[in-house]
């Protein structure tokens, strides 16, 4: 997961959930990417979990300022949202696989459940929505120049949420999926192809070529679209995982004492009050 004092609030309430429904929550390892270092963000985890087996890891921003392009929302073009590319080169090499989490989720289930998923040979395993239409993640310039059509000639791409992956980070560093990844960063400077921040490279590089897993490890959207986030229903079908994507975060339309009705289902795990003096 990443840390950022925006969304520490989230952070904790997802660390909390995870724990209080694992069976061995002392066999849970978390692995924190911070683009700077902060003393009170660490030492907040660590009164609040003092049990936590955690490391914080720097990501160098720099990396990836010059790559960011601007896209609909502003969070989206933080540099830190871009860490999750560079997860194969910022964790140890004896880190062969890792769930990379959004700090908007909160999980309701066993994620031991989720790390035994078999990835089948791929690089990384997420839950895949086929029935999504696949073109309006890219730009009609992207589709009318016949090279980047072809990008997916020979497999069936569907749009997958990034907030929540299984990856094998051996087979991502061994196939050098983080420089295929800033390649279209590059063309996106040049030609703007796309909308949506760090997604649209992992959709171009990845999509159709993933271990689908079940859509209940990530009811995503319930942070509405990314301009307004009205609120949204939780999706047909049980849950393992929620996901608050999209403008509208959880902690922010409780404070304003304006929520949505899933984000009730956040509200307990939300231990603000205990280490909101740390941050003021």
């Known amino acids: 997961m990443t840390l950022d004092a925006n969304y520490l609030r989230g952070t904790i309430a ?35 979990f003092p049990y936590l087996t955690f490391h914080i890891f720097l990501f160098d921003s720099i990396r990836v300022r010059a790559r960011i392009s601007r896209s609909i929302r502003q969070a989206l073009d933080q540099p830190l949202n871009y860490a999750r590319i560079y997860l194969a080169d910022i964790l140890p090499h004896n880190v062969q696989r890792v769930i990379y989490l959004d700090s908007d989720v909160i999980l309701v289930d066993d994620i031991r459940n989720l790390w035994r998923v078999d990835l089948a040979g791929q690089v990384i395993a997420a839950p ?91 009811q995503h959207g319930l942070g509405g679209d990314n301009i307004e986030g009205r609120c949204r229903k939780l999706h047909p079908g049980p849950v393992s995982l929620l996901h608050w994507s999209g403008k509208g975060k959880p902690w922010l339309r409780l404070d304003s004492r304006k929520p949505c009705s899933v984000d009730q289902l956040w509200a307990p795990y939300d231990l603000y009050r205990s280490f909101s003096p740390t941050l003021e």
């Open 128 to 218: 895949e929505y086929c029935h999504a239409n696949f073109t309006k993640y890219f730009t009609d310039a992207f589709w009318a120049d016949p090279g980047f059509a072809r990008t997916f000639k020979g497999r069936r791409p569907c749009y997958f949420n990034t907030g929540v992956m299984v990856m094998d980070v051996q087979k991502w560093r061994a196939g050098r999926y983080t420089g295929m990844m800033e390649d279209w960063m590059g063309v996106q400077k040049q030609k703007r192809i796309y909308h949506l921040g760090s997604l649209p490279p992992f959709l171009l590089v990845l999509a159709g070529n993933i271990k689908a897993v079940d859509h209940r490890w990530n």
């Open 14 to 48: 997802a660390v909390l959930s995870i724990l209080q429904h694992t069976s061995c929550p002392e066999n849970i390892s978390f692995h924190f990417l911070s683009s700077r270092s902060n003393p009170h963000i660490t030492s907040t985890i660590r009164s609040t």
